[in-house]
């Protein structure tokens, strides 16, 4: 059993490292599968349907598709605010919480000392989250006025190429956006016992690679 403030610091940096590699993994399989991931298909699907867009002038298709994506990404940003005041009204009651939170926690005053700084990675995974959100909306934003560009009236630097670069990115900040989501679950359980948080992490790694990776049929066929 994990006690004491090292123990609590070892499997917070037991966490990060496991984040970390599987990081490492998904990098390093996509250099031998460039489609491996879901969002590496989506970007290949991202960058084709920008040039289909363009070309076909279907500005119509292009702004509801794009405001679909601006309505998602606005609703999971006003999540995590909402998120971000609920852990700020915890903070206001840590010496009652922090023990009774802690499930393993007879270490009392041991907790009480570590309840602040859970709560602050708590609170930065919101922000990174909210962030990363409102940055996706705001280049979602850009797109829908780049895409709509007549063909006789492209600048040189609004092409379709330039273009899906800029959706892409936009959908980038969204995925990061997700896996800060994700990275709250074992934070939350962090709140109970150092134990929890390191269960959270194993299981939420082996559920992420089932959802990161592409299909394996639709993998095989770009490799």
Same mark, same amino acid.
């Given at each position: 059993? $994990?006690?004491? $403030?090292? /123990?609590?610091?070892?499997?917070?940096?037991?966490?990060?490292?496991?984040?970390?590699?599987?990081?490492?993994?998904?990098?390093? %399989?996509? %250099?031998? %599968?460039? *489609?491996? #991931? !879901?969002?590496?298909?989506?970007?290949?699907?991202?960058?084709?349907?920008?040039?289909?867009?363009?070309?076909?002038?279907?500005? !119509?298709?292009? @702004?509801?598709?794009?405001?679909?994506? *601006?309505?998602?990404?606005? +609703? =999971?940003?006003? #999540?995590?605010?909402?998120? @971000?005041?609920?852990?700020?009204?915890?903070?206001?009651?840590?010496?009652?919480?922090?023990? *009774?939170? &802690?499930?393993? /926690?007879?270490?009392?005053?041991?907790?009480?000392?570590?309840?602040?700084?859970? =709560?602050?990675?708590?609170?930065?995974? =919101? +922000?990174?989250?909210?962030?990363? +959100?409102?940055?996706?909306?705001? !280049?979602? #934003? &850009?797109?829908?006025?780049?895409?709509?560009?007549?063909?006789?009236?492209?600048? &040189?630097?609004?092409?379709?190429?330039?273009?899906?670069?800029?959706?892409?990115?936009?959908?980038?900040?969204?995925?990061? /956006?997700?896996?800060?989501?994700?990275?709250?679950?074992?934070?939350?359980?962090?709140?109970?016992?150092?134990?929890?948080?390191?269960?959270? #992490?194993?299981?939420?790694?082996?559920? =992420?690679?089932?959802?990161?990776?592409?299909?394996?049929?639709?993998?095989?066929?770009?490799?």
């Amino acid at each position: 059993m $994990l006690s004491g $403030l090292n /123990g609590e610091w070892l499997s917070l940096l037991t966490c990060a490292a496991m984040i970390m590699a599987y990081q490492f993994f998904l990098a390093a %399989k996509l %250099k031998s %599968k460039p *489609t491996y #991931t !879901i969002q590496a298909v989506n970007r290949l699907a991202r960058t084709a349907w920008v040039e289909y867009i363009m070309s076909e002038q279907l500005d !119509i298709l292009a @702004i509801q598709t794009l405001r679909n994506s *601006t309505m998602a990404a606005t +609703f =999971l940003a006003s #999540t995590a605010v909402l998120l @971000i005041i609920g852990v700020l009204n915890l903070s206001g009651q840590s010496n009652n919480l922090s023990t *009774t939170w &802690h499930i393993f /926690g007879s270490h009392g005053a041991t907790v009480a000392e570590m309840w602040s700084f859970k =709560l602050l990675f708590l609170l930065i995974d =919101l +922000f990174v989250a909210f962030f990363c +959100f409102s940055m996706s909306i705001r !280049i979602y #934003t &850009h797109v829908g006025y780049m895409i709509n560009v007549p063909v006789n009236q492209r600048h &040189h630097a609004i092409t379709p190429q330039h273009v899906a670069a800029h959706l892409n990115r936009a959908g980038l900040f969204y995925s990061w /956006g997700n896996r800060a989501y994700y990275y709250f679950v074992p934070l939350v359980f962090w709140l109970f016992s150092a134990e929890f948080m390191v269960l959270a #992490t194993v299981l939420l790694l082996w559920v =992420l690679y089932f959802l990161d990776r592409a299909p394996q049929l639709l993998a095989d066929d770009y490799v």
